[in-house]
């Protein structure tokens, strides 16, 4: 990885949204599964905006990007990306719920947003809806787990 590519990705997420040090991005992805591939480095980012330009940087740098919602559903993968460095972009930071239709039972919700995370806006909210028990913890990222052929 170039100090270039490490210079526009921190333009774009900022130095907390960023990990590039080896010791740190080692961390960050270790996995329970016995594959594993080191990333060059981790983003976070918090909009859908920073996420274009993400992917627009590394398709003009030739850079491959492994997308996890939050990483935490464990037996899926985690943050382990199929291949050797790149960019590990991690999503959890977009926990915006958007609405909740309690007529028709449907939810649009940002890739961060968690189990624990919807079935509380449910609860709060005092809908008459629940959210689906995943084969998972309360952690996990509900589009990550749908994604992952898990129930959503």
């Keep these: 990885m ?15 949204g960023l990990v590039f040090e080896p010791s740190k991005v080692e961390f960050e992805t270790r996995t ?21 330009r993400i992917v627009a940087l590394a398709q003009e740098l030739k850079v491959p990007i492994w997308p ?8 899926y993968g985690e943050k382990s990306a199929c291949y050797q460095g790149g960019i590990t972009m991690v999503l959890e ?10 007529m028709l039972g449907y939810a649009v919700i940002e890739p961060g947003v968690t189990y624990r995370d919807l079935n509380r806006y449910l609860k709060d909210n005092k809908l008459a ?22 129930a959503a």
């Design 68 to 75: 996890v919602s939050t990483g935490k559903n464990w037996g």
């Design 32 to 52: 329970c599964i016995p594959y594993r591939q080191i990333p060059d480095c981790v983003v976070y980012p918090d909009s859908a905006d920073q996420v274009q």
């Design 93 to 102: 930071r977009m926990k915006k719920i958007e609405v909740v239709d309690e």
């Design 2 to 16: 170039t100090n270039t590519l490490m210079d526009r990705l921190g333009e774009i997420v900022g130095a907390n």
């Design 129 to 150: 809806l629940w959210s689906d028990c995943a084969g998972t913890t309360e952690s996990a990222s509900v589009i990550g787990n749908a994604l992952d052929k898990g």
